[in-house]
Structure formats: C-alpha cells, structure tokens
C-alpha cells in the first residue's frame, strides 16, 4: 500500500513564496517518477513539475523560470518551491507517485494566492 501525504499550502500574497512537500510511504520502488499537479476550481487536473527517480525535472510552461521542483530519494519524499506566485496559481495541489506496480495520488493541498 502507498501513501502519500502533501504539506505545505497555504494562504499568500502575489508575488509571495511557498513551499510544498510530499512524503510517500510503502512499497515504492527506486525507479519512479514523482510530480506536482494542480486542479483549479471549474478546470480539469493540470500538470505543474515532475522529477524522475534520475532527477530529469519536466515543467508546466506556465511554471517555469517561478517553480523548482526537488526529491529526496532516501527520504522519498518530493518538495515544489513556488516563487513569485500569481493568483492565477491558485489551486489544489496534488502530489503523484508513478511507479511499475502503479500510479498514485497524494489528497491534495489548497494553495491560495491573493492579489
């Protein structure tokens, strides 16, 4: 059983700063691919970064130059920093974990972003 679990949304000011992590738990395999994705009210899922288990990092155009996205393999665990937020990068943030056995998704974080 994998579990995922997101931490780090919040509340901010455009322009502002947050940072996002995610800790996955259970059968994970070395070779994965771990992203960030986002769902705003009315919009369907959008992907925001992934990173593979070789740290090849895959960006949203809308994100990149503001996003960094970052694993901790021994930790298994995957962070999003977010500089220079827009409101428009106000969304659930949800964490997926991509492996051979399966694809798996974290219960999401709400990042507002005030303007």
């Known amino acids: 059983q994998v579990r995922l679990v997101e931490s780090g949304g919040g509340l901010v000011q455009a322009g502002g700063s947050l940072r996002l992590s995610c800790a996955a738990s259970?059968?994970?395999?070395?070779?994965?691919?771990m992203g960030w994705y986002r769902q705003a009210p009315g919009r369907q899922r959008e992907l925001v970064a992934t990173?593979?288990?070789?740290?090849?990092?895959n960006y949203a155009d809308s994100v990149k130059g503001r996003f960094t996205i970052s694993r901790d393999n021994a930790k298994s665990t995957v962070d999003l920093q977010m500089n220079s937020l827009k409101p428009e990068d106000t969304a659930v943030y949800y964490c997926r974990l991509i492996v051979r056995t399966g694809d798996y998704w974290g219960q999401g974080t709400q990042v507002t972003v005030s303007s």
């Open positions: 990173i593979t288990s070789g740290s090849s990092t």
């Open positions: 259970g059968s994970i395999f070395s070779i994965n691919v």
